[in-house]
């Protein structure tokens, strides 16, 4: 059968998810702290070459918008990504789409990864479980060529009422497809719209290595490369950089970046070399950071203006019950150093539904005790799939998806819920007021 050119629509879903605190304690800015550019769709995009691709970012303009756009444009295939708290919405919006139309329907992303499961009914076709540049791209190329898509690793076909059955990807840095950089260009007409609110700034995305070697109980990366760390090379990455034109703040979506040493020295000395001047943010752990003070001081140099750091909590009984692997000095330590170099810090802390009004309290001091320039806290939810929702799924008290925004405690709470909410979002309300600009 000759080899057919397939039209093909990425979809980011709308901003969705429902957050107590905002809905019912005045909070607004929990959810959309800014809309990122869906880089998972351009780097999905990259290799379709021989295709025609269009990305639709609902979180940027209206259904009836994207209605017409799609029937305009009348897809062969569509492919859907979502985080957990997206998971309903975009089987609503599948549903439909298949009501319209009948493409073949894929879905991918951190949910589709940890809950396959949950996507295998009639709305999708296929299910992508961890990355999936290489092996969308190899399903892409069986439906071109008339067949289906049932043997490719990493690439489950729904067979809804009955269990799924796939063959896992064996991820190597081949699934990275190197040479081939993302489709910034399908995103051109919504980039103006991706704006950190908080910051009062755009960004560009770009991705250094995928995966992470470690395994925090309540986190959704390891699974997504079974476990690895895969690199890009330097110069894909400097490649990408220099795509993003004018972009002046370059955020590394990498889950945790510089885990690799020689390659975080390498793209430093080449962002030097090239004379590429751009303020970096980038996740990294507070243990890399102790670990590697060099490092940090050689990146402050290349530009790296903030970093995000999972910090998670000061305390190390709860540290180690999220199977953070270090303790509580290690906190006080990356904190200083960063202090120290002047890096602007992004904590992210984690609101036990454990927490009485002396555990926020303790945290608000530790927050304002260590100058964490802006603190991003989240209720502790256990996503399904994760060790931590083995763990806690006897204590569930809501099921509904659709409240896993990190904002909600989904499971019970020592405090009576009401207090709970009130004293968390009293909290951020307090931490908010006190906005970070960038110099
Ligand atoms: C940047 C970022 C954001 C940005 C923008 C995200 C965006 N573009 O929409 C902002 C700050 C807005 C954001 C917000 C939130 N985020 Co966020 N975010 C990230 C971060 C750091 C990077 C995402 C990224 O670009 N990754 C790189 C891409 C290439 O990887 P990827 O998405 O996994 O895609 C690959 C595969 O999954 C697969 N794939 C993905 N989609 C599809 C689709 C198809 C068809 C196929 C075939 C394959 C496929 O192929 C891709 C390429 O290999 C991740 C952590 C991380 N490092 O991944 C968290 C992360 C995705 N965020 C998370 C969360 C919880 C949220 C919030 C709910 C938090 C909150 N309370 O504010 C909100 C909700 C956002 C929303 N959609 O409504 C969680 C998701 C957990 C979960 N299972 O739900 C993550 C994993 C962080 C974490 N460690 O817990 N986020
Ligand atoms: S929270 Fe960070 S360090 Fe822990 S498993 Fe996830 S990506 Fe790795």
Redesign the pocket.
């Given at each position: 059968m000759t080899k057919q050119k397939m039209k093909i629509m990425?979809i980011?879903?709308p901003?969705?998810?429902r957050s107590i605190p905002e809905e019912e304690y005045g909070i607004t800015s929990?959810?959309?702290?800014?809309?990122?550019?869906?880089?998972?769709?351009e780097?999905?995009a990259g290799p379709l070459k021989d295709h025609e691709v269009m990305i639709s970012d609902l979180?940027c303009e209206t259904e009836d918008a994207f209605w017409k756009t799609f029937d305009e444009f009348q897809p062969d295939v569509v492919?859907?990504?979502?985080?957990?708290?997206?998971a309903n919405t975009v089987i609503r919006l599948a549903r439909k789409i298949k009501e319209k139309r009948n493409p073949v329907i894929?879905?991918?992303?951190?949910?589709?990864?940890?809950d396959p499961g949950y996507f295998n009914r009639a709305e999708f076709d296929?299910i992508?479980i961890?990355?999936?540049?290489k092996?969308?791209r190899e399903?892409i190329g069986a439906l071109a060529d008339g067949k289906k898509g049932q043997d490719i690793a990493g690439?489950a076909e729904t067979s809804p009422g009955k269990p799924l059955t796939y063959a896992t990807r064996n991820y190597d840095e081949t699934?990275l497809m190197d040479e081939v950089p993302p489709r910034y260009d399908l995103v051109a007409k919504y980039r103006n719209q991706y704006f950190l609110e908080q910051l009062g700034l755009t960004m560009g995305?770009v991705?250094t290595a995928?995966g992470c070697t470690h395994k925090c109980s309540?986190?959704?990366?390891p699974k997504?490369t079974g476990g690895k760390y895969l690199n890009h090379s330097a110069d894909a990455v400097i490649r990408d950089i220099q795509m993003l034109g004018d972009i002046s703040f370059i955020?590394m979506?990498?889950?945790n970046t510089f885990g690799n040493l020689s390659l975080s020295l390498d793209l430093y000395k080449k962002i030097m070399q090239s004379g590429i001047r751009k303020k970096f943010f980038a996740?990294v752990r507070a243990d890399t950071i102790v670990k590697n003070p060099a490092l940090m001081k050689n990146w402050k140099e290349a530009g790296l203006y903030a970093v995000?750091v999972?910090f998670e909590d000061f305390q190390d009984t709860r540290l180690s019950a999220y199977n953070k692997k270090y303790q509580g000095h290690v906190i006080h330590e990356a904190i200083d150093i960063l202090h120290d170099l002047g890096i602007v810090i992004v904590g992210d802390f984690i609101a036990s539904p454990e927490y009485d009004e002396k555990d926020f309290e303790a945290l608000e001091n530790f927050i304002a005790a260590h100058r964490i320039e802006i603190p991003v806290i989240?209720v502790l939810?256990p996503?399904p799939g994760t060790p931590l929702y083995k763990k806690m799924k006897k204590d569930i008290i809501i099921s509904d998806l659709d409240y896993?925004?990190?904002?909600n405690a989904v499971t019970k709470t020592k405090m009576p819920a009401a207090i709970f909410y009130k004293t968390f979002a009293d909290l951020v309300k307090r931490l908010h007021e006190r906005p970070h600009k960038p110099n």
């Amino acid at each position: 059968m000759t080899k057919q050119k397939m039209k093909i629509m990425l979809i980011n879903p709308p901003n969705c998810g429902r957050s107590i605190p905002e809905e019912e304690y005045g909070i607004t800015s929990l959810r959309q702290i800014f809309k990122g550019e869906p880089f998972n769709l351009e780097i999905l995009a990259g290799p379709l070459k021989d295709h025609e691709v269009m990305i639709s970012d609902l979180k940027c303009e209206t259904e009836d918008a994207f209605w017409k756009t799609f029937d305009e444009f009348q897809p062969d295939v569509v492919g859907l990504t979502a985080v957990t708290c997206e998971a309903n919405t975009v089987i609503r919006l599948a549903r439909k789409i298949k009501e319209k139309r009948n493409p073949v329907i894929v879905i991918g992303g951190n949910h589709a990864t940890y809950d396959p499961g949950y996507f295998n009914r009639a709305e999708f076709d296929y299910i992508a479980i961890g990355l999936g540049k290489k092996s969308f791209r190899e399903l892409i190329g069986a439906l071109a060529d008339g067949k289906k898509g049932q043997d490719i690793a990493g690439i489950a076909e729904t067979s809804p009422g009955k269990p799924l059955t796939y063959a896992t990807r064996n991820y190597d840095e081949t699934d990275l497809m190197d040479e081939v950089p993302p489709r910034y260009d399908l995103v051109a007409k919504y980039r103006n719209q991706y704006f950190l609110e908080q910051l009062g700034l755009t960004m560009g995305f770009v991705i250094t290595a995928y995966g992470c070697t470690h395994k925090c109980s309540f986190c959704t990366i390891p699974k997504m490369t079974g476990g690895k760390y895969l690199n890009h090379s330097a110069d894909a990455v400097i490649r990408d950089i220099q795509m993003l034109g004018d972009i002046s703040f370059i955020r590394m979506v990498d889950a945790n970046t510089f885990g690799n040493l020689s390659l975080s020295l390498d793209l430093y000395k080449k962002i030097m070399q090239s004379g590429i001047r751009k303020k970096f943010f980038a996740d990294v752990r507070a243990d890399t950071i102790v670990k590697n003070p060099a490092l940090m001081k050689n990146w402050k140099e290349a530009g790296l203006y903030a970093v995000v750091v999972g910090f998670e909590d000061f305390q190390d009984t709860r540290l180690s019950a999220y199977n953070k692997k270090y303790q509580g000095h290690v906190i006080h330590e990356a904190i200083d150093i960063l202090h120290d170099l002047g890096i602007v810090i992004v904590g992210d802390f984690i609101a036990s539904p454990e927490y009485d009004e002396k555990d926020f309290e303790a945290l608000e001091n530790f927050i304002a005790a260590h100058r964490i320039e802006i603190p991003v806290i989240s209720v502790l939810t256990p996503i399904p799939g994760t060790p931590l929702y083995k763990k806690m799924k006897k204590d569930i008290i809501i099921s509904d998806l659709d409240y896993y925004t990190f904002t909600n405690a989904v499971t019970k709470t020592k405090m009576p819920a009401a207090i709970f909410y009130k004293t968390f979002a009293d909290l951020v309300k307090r931490l908010h007021e006190r906005p970070h600009k960038p110099n």
